[in-house]
C-alpha cells in the first residue's frame, strides 16, 4: 500500500476487544477496518444479554473507547455496578460502535471467508512480509468482497463455535440430527426462550459457570413452573469442583454464584449424573435419549431438552492461507498455554502480555480477545483490552509502548508482573516472596509434575 496513507489495520470483530482495538488505532494515526458478521456491533454479546457479568463497570470499559465516547457527551455507568450482557451493550458497545468516530469505520452483516497474502499462497516466501493482507469477506446481501490492509488482529471470539456435546470433543452421533431440541451456551430460560423449558426435563451438560448459571435459572423457573424438572449431566465424576472458592473468589459475584449453586445441589433440588460422557444423542418416544453408548443397555436419560455447556473453540477455517503457530492442545498462541491451561489451573491467573506474545509468524498478524485464548475458558474482558493497546502499538513501532504493562489487577487474577526468575514465557504472580490473594502460595504439587504457574484451588 502506498507510504503516503494511513496503514489500514483490519480488526475482525466488533465485540469489546474488537471495537477497543478500532479506538486505539484511530488514537495511533491508523485507519481501522472493522468487519462485524453481526447485523451489529456487540453481536456475541448480546446472545448473552440476560447474564450478569463477573465483573463490575470499572473492569469493563478499555481506556481508549471510553475517551472516544467522552467526546460525545456520554455518561460512563456506576463502576461498582455488575452490568448484563444487555447492559454492556446498550450503555457502552451500541453507543461506542454508533455515537463515536468508531462508526465509519465499522462494516457490520461482513463476515469474514479468508485472509491471505496478497498474490502469495501459504507455501511463498519471498517478499511475502511486503505485500499487504487480503481479506475476503460477505457482505451482507452484497455478496462477497474483498479488502486489503497492513495489519490483521483477529478478534472474533469463540462464540459461533461452541463445543459439541460428544465427550471425545466430536458431535455425539446423533447430536446435529436433533438440533431442534439442543441449544448450546446459556439460553435465556426465564425469558426469551422460557416456552422451551418450563414444565419440560432439562437436562444441562457442563460443569462450567455456564453450565452453574444456566441450571440456577432453571430452578428458579421451576418455582414458577412446578414441573420443570433440572438433570445436571457431568463428566467428571466429583460435583464439588465445580462450586468454586465461595468466598475466597477475587471475583465476588463469580464465588456467590458457586455458593448458590452449591446449596441447590446439596439441597437435592437438581437431579446430578456424575460421570456421565455423552456419546449418542436418538429420540424415543418424542423425548430425547441422551447416552453414554450405542448400546440397548447403555447408561441413559430420557429429557425434553439439552443444554450444551462444554465450552467453545476459535475457528481457524478461514486462516488456512495464514501462517500460524498455536499450541496444539488449547489452539492459543504457544506462549500462553501454560499460563491457562485447564488442566493445570482452575482459575485465569495470567502475567500481563501483549504484542510479543500474540504476534504470529505471519508478520502484522495478531490474535487478541476470547480467541486468543483458544478453548481455555478464563479469559478476562480487561486483559483483552491490554492486549490491542499493546499490539497498536506495535504496530506503529513503537516498542516501549508495546512491552510496557499498563494492567495491574491482582484483585481479579490477573498478574501484574511476571515473576522473576522464571522464564518470561511462564510463570504467573505467586511464589515464596510475591503472592497476591488470586493465586495460590504453594504450587508445589505443579512443580513436581514439572509444571509451571500455580494453580488456584
Known sequence: ?????????????????????????????????????????????????????????????????????????????????????????????????????????????????????????????????????????????????????????????????????????????????????IAYGMPDVLGASRHRYADKTVAVLGAGHSAIGTILDLVRLKSEAPATQVLWLLRGDNPEKSFGGGANDKLAARGELGEAFAAIVRGGKVRVEAGFRLAEVALSQDRLRLATGSACCARHVLVDQLVVATGFRPDMSFLREVRIDLDPALECPPVLAPLIDPNLHSCGTVRPHGARELAQPEKGFYFAGMKSYGR?????????????????????????????????LPETGVCSRPIEGLDNASGCCGGPTEVTDACCADDAAAKAQGKTGCGCS
Open 1 to 181: 500500500m502506498s507510504t503516503t496513507e494511513k496503514k489500514a489495520v483490519a480488526i475482525v470483530g466488533a465485540g469489546p476487544t474488537g471495537l477497543a482495538a478500532a479506538a486505539h488505532a484511530l488514537e495511533r494515526g491508523l485507519e481501522p477496518i472493522l468487519l462485524e458478521a453481526g447485523e451489529s456491533v456487540g453481536h456475541a454479546v448480546r446472545q448473552w444479554s440476560h447474564v450478569r457479568m463477573f465483573s463490575p463497570w470499572r473492569y469493563s470499559i478499555d481506556k481508549a473507547s471510553e475517551r472516544l465516547l467522552r467526546e460525545t457527551g456520554w455518561n460512563a455507568p456506576d463502576p461498582d455496578h455488575y452490568p448484563t450482557g444487555g447492559e454492556l451493550v446498550g450503555q457502552y458497545l451500541e453507543p461506542l460502535g454508533t455515537r463515536t468516530r468508531l462508526a465509519k469505520h465499522i462494516r457490520v452483516k461482513s463476515r469474514v471467508t479468508a485472509i491471505s497474502r496478497l498474490g502469495y499462497d501459504k507455501l511463498k516466501t519471498a517478499g511475502r512480509e511486503d505485500a499487504p493482507f487480503e481479506i475476503r469477506y460477505l457482505n451482507g446481501g452484497s455478496g462477497p468482497s474483498t479488502l486489503q490492509a497492513d495489519s490483521i488482529i483477529d478478534a472474533s471470539g469463540t462464540w459461533s463455535t461452541p463445543n459439541p456435546a460428544g465427550v471425545s470433543g466430536l458431535p455425539a452421533i446423533g447430536e446435529a440430527d436433533h438440533a431442534q431440541h
Open 376 to 408: 481455555a475458558p478464563t479469559f478476562l474482558m480487561m486483559t483483552g483490552y491490554e492486549q490491542v493497546r499493546s499490539i497498536v502499538a506495535d504496530i506503529v513501532g513503537d516498542r516501549e509502548a508495546a512491552e510496557r504493562v499498563e494492567l495491574d
